[in-house]
């Protein structure tokens, strides 16, 4: 393995999401990720037969896989020889889950002061909402998102799971920076990282701006952003912000006498009128082509961009010249494709992404350089500590 984090091992005691996406996050830049799971797998597993789903793909790949009963204690012996090792341990259980298995922070810290604790939750580790069961949606209604994506109308979810994929960002980079700290220190620590804390986060530079000022009377203004307009064959986005970018589209779009129109004189008009702003350039729009107003909104250097459906992400030119997706095969699976990591390294370069472990796959690996031989390592099969 390649990549800044080359060196660095991880244990995983995670399902589902957000857990298993920040290590993911950490494998591609090089640590080696060890993902324990219980006989029956990852509960993402299950919604394919092949036990490889494309989202557990995405969220496992180039991790080895550990299968353990951790309701046995001869398993817990495997997980303590494991954090003995290890530089960092991320978990995203229930709270108190991990806890009641003889692996809190503290007695894992007790046993590794430089090991970096994680602990991911839904809604907090105490509090009221902290015992409920937690999926991205909920998220989202309890951080405002529904609110601000509905406009003020009807509350809308954002149709991906972004509040696990904003917490496993969060929870990757605050690894990073721990292990930052240790290097300097010697000293370990545990980070505690929920989804709400994180999308919270995520809306407050402009989502909360209303809200910001304590002074402010809270009257919450229309969007600025302007929306996607449909052309003759399809469909672009565009926005006009500063007074130069609504010169540039006003003449993009042939309608130079809109400069003159005192209801969009200003930004702030602009935005107070987006309405009838709107559906002027919607009118315009539509007359024609996707391309030709591309065309003409570049040359005058107005923010655009076409509206591509996901299939057609792998003809755009620009996400070819990024290189950004990658094919390779997925034992068990066949061909598949993976976006490589966002971030380029000119010292330390990534892989790109490797497959994700079957159930179990790295079983022997594992449990061999821990110090099982081969009777032993039959022996735990047998007994079904492991899977």
């Known amino acids: 393995m390649t990549g800044p984090l080359n060196g660095i091992r991880i244990i995983e005691i995670a399902n589902v999401v957000a857990g298993p996406s920040a290590a993911a996050q950490l494998a591609d830049q090089g640590a080696d990720v060890i993902k324990i799971e219980p006989p029956s797998g990852d509960i993402i597993r299950k919604s394919s037969k092949t036990g490889l789903p494309p989202t557990f793909i995405?969220?496992?790949r180039g991790k080895r896989s550990l299968t353990l009963d951790l309701k046995q204690n001869a398993a817990h012996e495997i997980v303590w020889k494991l954090i003995e090792k290890?530089?960092?341990?991320?978990?995203n259980l229930r709270p108190g889950a991990m806890e009641r298995l003889g692996f809190s922070g503290e007695q894992v810290q007790k046993r590794n002061p430089r090991l970096i604790y994680?602990?991911?939750?839904?809604?907090?580790?105490?509090?009221?909402?902290?015992?409920?069961?937690?999926y991205d949606p909920l998220v989202q209604a309890v951080a405002g998102f529904a609110d601000i994506q509905g406009?003020?109308?009807h509350p809308k979810m954002i149709r991906t799971i972004i509040a696990d994929k904003t917490t496993a960002a969060y929870s990757a980079q605050a690894v990073t920076a721990a292990l930052y700290h240790r290097e300097k220190t010697g000293q370990g620590q545990q980070i505690k990282i929920s989804m709400l804390d994180a999308m919270i986060s995520l809306l407050w530079p402009e989502g909360m701006a209303p809200f910001t000022i304590i002074a402010d009377n809270n009257v919450i203004p229309p969007p600025s952003h302007d929306k996607i307009f449909k052309t003759s064959d399809g469909y672009i986005t565009a926005g006009a912000v500063s007074d130069s970018e609504w010169q540039g589209m006003c003449t993009a779009?042939?309608?130079?006498e809109w400069l003159d129109d005192p209801r969009f004189a200003t930004q702030q008009?602009?935005?107070t009128n987006r309405d009838i702003r709107y559906e002027l350039m919607a009118s315009a729009i539509e007359t024609d082509t996707s391309d030709k107003w591309l065309d003409a909104l570049d040359r005058h250097d107005v923010p655009c961009a076409?509206?591509?459906?996901?299939?057609?992400?792998f003809d755009n030119p620009q996400i070819i010249n990024n290189e950004i997706i990658s094919e390779f095969e997925q034992p068990g699976v066949g061909p598949i494709r993976q976006a490589r990591p966002a971030a380029r390294f000119s010292q330390t370069p990534t892989e790109k992404?490797?497959?994700a472990p079957g159930l179990g796959q790295h079983n022997n690996e594992i449990l061999s350089e821990l110090g099982f031989n081969e009777a032993e390592i039959d022996n735990l099969s047998k007994l079904k500590i492991i899977g």
Request: aromatic residues 4%.
């Open 86 to 91: 290890a530089d960092v341990l991320i978990q």
């Open 306 to 313: 076409p509206v591509l459906q996901r299939s057609q992400l």
């Open 353 to 355: 992404p490797r497959p």
């Open 118 to 134: 994680l602990s991911i939750s839904g809604f907090g580790e105490t509090g009221p909402y902290s015992k409920k069961r937690v």
């Open 58 to 60: 995405s969220c496992n």
């Open 151 to 153: 406009e003020g109308i």
């Open 269 to 271: 008009l602009r935005n």
């Open 253 to 256: 779009l042939e309608h130079p």
